[in-house]
């Protein structure tokens, strides 16, 4: 078993919150080891929690749209979330849900090592950029820390409620493009 296998059982065995009552499945995290760009989302949403990966409801069918668009696949590029089991009715993961979990995603990227960090959404950007990330104003902006290139994209739920917020996020899919080229990393 190699160390993310590892973290990967000590996280599936998790009961350090009140998510772990309710959950069907840990939603651990998928691709490859290490991996320069890795996409964080808030939480998983019920097909999530009933299949075990992130991103695999309608949420998940459009980001793998927004992928495509920078011919990026689910394949070379790692997908986690800020919390691993499913918050009851899709509310919003509370503080010390958060601080409880946060300690998987940390060792996740220690393990994975990016270069570029991609939010989806207010919930990862104020997690992982800063506490008072405004996504309406800050999303597509970059934020360097600790070597790391961070930026936030909307959520792909929010883009399905809103279509309007689509075209900035065509063009901050096409700057995440532009930075990665600029850093030599393996995407067209
Ligand atoms: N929304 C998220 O933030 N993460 C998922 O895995 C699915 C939906």
């Not at 989302?41 to 929690?49: A, K, L, N, S, T």
Request: hydrophobic share 40%; glycine share 8%.
């Amino acid at each position: 078993m190699d160390n993310m296998d590892v973290l990967r059982q000590q996280c599936l065995q998790c009961r350090k919150c009140r998510l772990g009552a309710t959950r069907t499945n840990v939603v651990f995290g998928v691709g490859p080891v290490p991996s320069p760009i890795v996409f964080v989302g808030e939480g998983p949403g019920q097909q999530e929690d009933l299949q075990g990966e992130p991103f695999v409801g309608a949420a998940g069918r459009l980001l793998d749209e927004m992928l495509s668009i920078i011919d990026l696949g689910r394949h070379n590029c790692y997908i986690a979330n800020i919390v691993k089991c499913r918050p009851p009715q899709n509310r919003d993961p509370m503080q010390d849900e958060q601080d409880a979990c946060i300690v998987y995603l940390n060792e996740q990227l220690a393990l994975l090592r990016p270069k570029i960090i991609v939010c989806l959404g207010r919930i990862a950007a104020m997690r992982l950029i800063k506490e008072d990330f405004r996504i309406t104003r800050e999303h597509g902006q970059w934020f360097s820390k600790d070597g790391i290139e961070y930026t936030a994209l909307y959520h792909p739920s929010a883009l399905l409620r809103d279509i309007s917020k689509r075209p900035d996020t065509f063009a901050d899919l096409l700057s995440l493009r532009k930075k990665a080229q600029s850093l030599g990393l393996p995407i067209v």
